[in-house]
């Protein structure tokens, strides 16, 4: 008899499941093979969202063993990974999960939402493998406004971070980080698993463009550069300077507007110059050219002076001069023909009353258009005939007896020469024509101290 109510309790149970099980309200499978269920492990969740959203995948799914409060532990991690680790945070809008209960596991399907349009996702690098200095000029050479990288937490703490972060700029280039950068900041964000460190610079907009920075590799070149800077009209020029002093420089800017020859700007021009300065003394330095007179003035002077050299030119050319001893001579004639010293505007030199009319007289432009000059009007016209003919000639600055004074060098057959058209023409004697460096150092002339002269006068 209790054999048969065993046996007629186990059919009854049987019944009840397969019933239940058909009703959907017990359900039974096995695990997938190689899959563990595990407790709840929090860490372990955090972990595998952050794992799937590194990966940009959008399904997650996790086996538990079954538990009252399984959910609500499920839920608080989630929120708490969508705020505090860095790899959820930065890109996942939402997580939203489903469970299935089986009668031995619990089967947990999470779907990850990605916010729309996002950058990528900054790159991870070592505290250690970060060089600052390079971070900053990368930027600076591909004029970013923004760089930012993930730090693991465990490789540096909050101080280190923040005060290597406050010397950056030192390692870097300063005077280029200063000169091209108008502003820059620094943010640092704490997650559980990273810092989060960014820069934002902001450029000047008046700034010229890296590439653009001439950098200064002999005074001569950069005498050259200049030149050919006032020669095309750029009002600015900006220069790296190593190796020179600023008061070298401001010379070598007057050795470069005298020399301007086939020009009138030598003496109405004047530069304005801002430095950026780096510790081992070297420096950007940005010139910003102040002109005389309206621009409109200076365009007419300009082509009446091109049409004056290119009617001198033809007539030394008709004048058909056999050798460039002949050329140099024929040059300094045709000058010493055109131009009258004027006293007055020599006096207004030495008091340093100049007007602006006499700005123009004591130029190239004074020499050959306005037929009266001093001898920086002399010498800048002697070498924009000379430049002309493709001759070497540079226009010297010093004294002569003690006086501020104006002289050309050339080069002739290999040796440097002296040519003084000023005192070719008030005294009227070719011994001031083409002279030796014997002659020259017998002679009372005193270049300016560290004035720019060309590569072949050291030469020669």
């Given at each position: 008899?209790?054999?048969?109510?065993y046996?007629?309790?186990?059919?009854?149970?049987?019944?009840?499941?397969?019933?239940?099980?058909?009703?959907?309200?017990?359900?039974?499978?096995?695990?997938?093979?190689?899959?563990?269920v595990?407790?709840?492990?929090?860490q372990?969740?955090?972990?595998?969202?952050?794992?799937?959203?590194?990966a940009?995948?959008?399904?997650?799914?996790?086996?538990?063993?079954?538990?009252?409060?399984?959910?609500?532990?499920?839920q608080?991690?989630?929120?708490?990974?969508?705020?505090?680790?860095?790899?959820?945070?930065?890109?996942?809008?939402?997580?939203?999960?489903?469970?299935?209960?089986?009668?031995?596991?619990?089967?947990?399907?999470?779907?990850?939402?990605?916010?729309?349009?996002?950058?990528?996702?900054?790159?991870?690098?070592?505290?250690?493998?970060?060089?600052?200095?390079?971070?900053?000029?990368?930027?600076?050479?591909?004029?970013?406004?923004?760089?930012?990288?993930?730090?693991?937490?465990?490789?540096?703490?909050?101080?280190?971070?923040?005060?290597?972060?406050?010397?950056?700029?030192?390692?870097?280039?300063?005077?280029?980080?200063?000169?091209?950068?108008?502003?820059?900041?620094?943010?640092?964000?704490?997650?559980?698993?990273?810092?989060?460190?960014?820069?934002?610079?902001?450029?000047?907009?008046?700034?010229?463009?890296?590439?653009a920075?001439?950098?200064?590799?002999?005074?001569?070149?950069?005498?050259?550069?200049?030149?050919?800077?006032?020669?095309?009209g750029?009002e600015?020029?900006?220069?790296?300077?190593?190796?020179?002093?600023?008061?070298?420089?401001?010379?070598?800017?007057d050795?470069?507007?005298?020399?301007?020859?086939?020009?009138?700007?030598?003496?109405?021009?004047?530069?304005?110059?801002?430095?950026?300065?780096?510790?081992?003394?070297?420096?950007?330095?940005e010139?910003?050219?102040?002109?005389?007179?309206t621009?409109?003035?200076?365009?007419?002077?300009?082509?009446?002076?091109?049409?004056?050299?290119?009617?001198?030119?033809?007539?030394?050319?008709?004048?058909?001069?056999?050798?460039?001893?002949?050329?140099?001579?024929?040059?300094?004639?045709?000058?010493?023909?055109?131009?009258?010293?004027?006293?007055?505007?020599?006096?207004?030199?030495?008091?340093?009353?100049?007007?602006?009319?006499?700005?123009?007289?004591?130029?190239?432009y004074?020499?050959?258009?306005?037929?009266?000059?001093?001898?920086?009007?002399y010498?800048?016209?002697?070498?924009?005939?000379?430049?002309?003919?493709?001759?070497?000639?540079?226009?010297?600055?010093?004294?002569f007896?003690?006086?501020?004074?104006?002289?050309?060098?050339?080069?002739?057959?290999?040796?440097?020469?002296?040519?003084?058209?000023?005192?070719?023409?008030?005294?009227?004697?070719?011994?001031?024509?083409?002279?030796?460096?014997?002659?020259?150092?017998k002679?009372?002339?005193?270049?300016?101290?560290?004035?720019?002269?060309?590569?072949?006068?050291?030469a020669?």
């Open positions: 008899m209790r054999q048969k109510l046996l007629f309790l186990a059919a009854f149970s049987l019944l009840i499941v397969m019933f239940l099980t058909a009703c959907g309200l017990v359900k039974t499978a096995s695990l997938p093979e190689g899959v563990d595990l407790s709840f492990d929090a372990a969740l955090s972990d595998a969202l952050c794992a799937a959203a590194r940009n995948d959008t399904q997650l799914i996790l086996f538990y063993l079954p538990s009252e409060a399984l959910e609500a532990q499920i608080a991690e989630v929120d708490r990974t969508l705020s505090s680790r860095y790899d959820c945070a930065y890109n996942v809008d939402t997580v939203t999960w489903s469970v299935v209960n089986y009668d031995n596991y619990v089967y947990i399907k999470f779907s990850l939402l990605y916010e729309a349009n996002l950058p990528p996702r900054p790159p991870v690098r070592s505290f250690s493998s970060l060089h600052w200095g390079e971070i900053i000029m990368d930027m600076l050479t591909n004029k970013e406004t923004d760089y930012t990288v993930c730090i693991p937490r465990a490789d540096v703490e909050d101080a280190a971070l923040k005060d290597a972060l406050s010397h950056a700029p030192e390692a870097a280039d300063s005077a280029l980080f200063t000169y091209l950068a108008a502003n820059s900041s620094w943010y640092v964000s704490e997650y559980e698993d990273y810092w989060v460190v960014g820069l934002e610079l902001v450029y000047r907009q008046d700034a010229c463009a890296l590439e920075i001439y950098h200064v590799e002999s005074p001569y070149e950069a005498a050259c550069y200049l030149i050919d800077a006032m020669l095309t750029d600015t020029v900006t220069m790296y300077v190593k190796d020179m002093e600023k008061e070298r420089l401001q010379l070598l800017w050795t470069a507007r005298i020399n301007d020859g086939a020009d009138m700007v030598e003496e109405s021009l004047t530069g304005k110059a801002t430095y950026w300065d780096n510790a081992d003394g070297s420096y950007i330095c010139i910003r050219s102040q002109y005389s007179g621009a409109a003035t200076r365009e007419a002077y300009r082509l009446e002076l091109m049409a004056v050299l290119k009617e001198l030119e033809q007539t030394i050319r008709d004048a058909a001069p056999q050798t460039e001893e002949d050329t140099y001579r024929l040059i300094a004639q045709v000058v010493a023909e055109r131009t009258a010293y004027d006293d007055a505007v020599s006096k207004a030199s030495v008091e340093q009353a100049l007007t602006p009319d006499m700005c123009y007289t004591r130029t190239a004074g020499a050959l258009v306005q037929k009266d000059s001093v001898c920086t009007g010498a800048a016209a002697f070498k924009a005939l000379c430049d002309r003919f493709g001759l070497p000639c540079w226009v010297m600055l010093g004294s007896d003690d006086v501020g004074h104006a002289w050309n060098i050339v080069l002739l057959d290999g040796e440097v020469r002296y040519v003084d058209v000023t005192f070719f023409d008030t005294a009227r004697s070719d011994k001031h024509l083409l002279f030796t460096q014997q002659e020259y150092e002679r009372h002339y005193v270049p300016e101290e560290g004035y720019v002269t060309p590569d072949w006068y050291g020669a």
